[in-house]
């Protein structure tokens, strides 16, 4: 009976950065554990390179070490996929790096992720390799951004920061469960 109610969940991709400040243990957590109740989960991160979770704390260790030996800790190639993609915070960065050629995939989107406002209070902020922000609009998408914000275009759902986790994941399951 578990197999036939595993099969009968829709799929779901989560996005993860590979950039070297790694990506945020608690938030992916949230995610997951958000997701993993409609979908049956599988991983994607730019060029598919492994995921490597920072802030490790006493409350994601364990999971974090269980998740470390799942089929789905092995990402897929973020450019090859074609599903709804749902990405929050400094995870809209690894949208960043998807290209076919010389073109930004999501080039004439609508979305959002950390504002220029939210990360310049970041101690690394003079480190950080890309600014969301500026990205987008320098590759020809449209970034918008509030406190709490999603942006929903075509198949692709972000959220600006940790806080639009919930909702961002939420919006993700309605319209998988739409189709």
């Known amino acids: 009976a578990q197999v ?5 969940k829709p799929t779901c991709l989560i996005v993860a950065s590979a950039s070297p400040q790694g990506v945020s ?10 997701c993993s109740s409609a979908f049956n989960l599988q991983t994607a991160t730019p060029g598919g390179k492994p995921i490597d979770f920072v802030g490790v704390d006493e409350s994601t260790a364990r999971w974090v070490q269980d998740f470390n030996v799942k089929p789905y800790a092995t990402p897929a190639k973020l450019e090859s996929i074609d599903e709804p993609v ?13 290209t076919e050629g ?10 959002t992720g ?14 950080l390799p890309l600014i969301v922000e500026d990205f987008v609009k320098d ?41």
Request: charged content about 15%; proline content about 2%; hydrophobic content about 40%.
């Open 114 to 127: 950390p504002s220029v406002f939210e990360l310049v209070r970041r101690p690394d902020f003079a480190n």
């Open 86 to 98: 749902c990405a929050v915070g400094q995870g809209v960065s690894a949208l960043c790096c998807a």
């Open 4 to 8: 036939n109610e595993m099969s009968a």
């Open 25 to 34: 243990a608690k938030s992916f957590h949230q995610s997951f554990n958000l």
């Open 102 to 111: 010389q073109r930004w995939i999501f080039s004439g989107y609508s979305l």
């Open 139 to 179: 590759s020809g998408g449209s970034y918008t951004e509030d406190a709490l914000h999603i942006v929903v275009d075509r198949h692709l759902i972000t959220g600006q920061n940790m806080q639009s986790t919930s909702l961002a994941v939420n919006n993700l399951i309605l319209l998988c469960t739409a189709k």
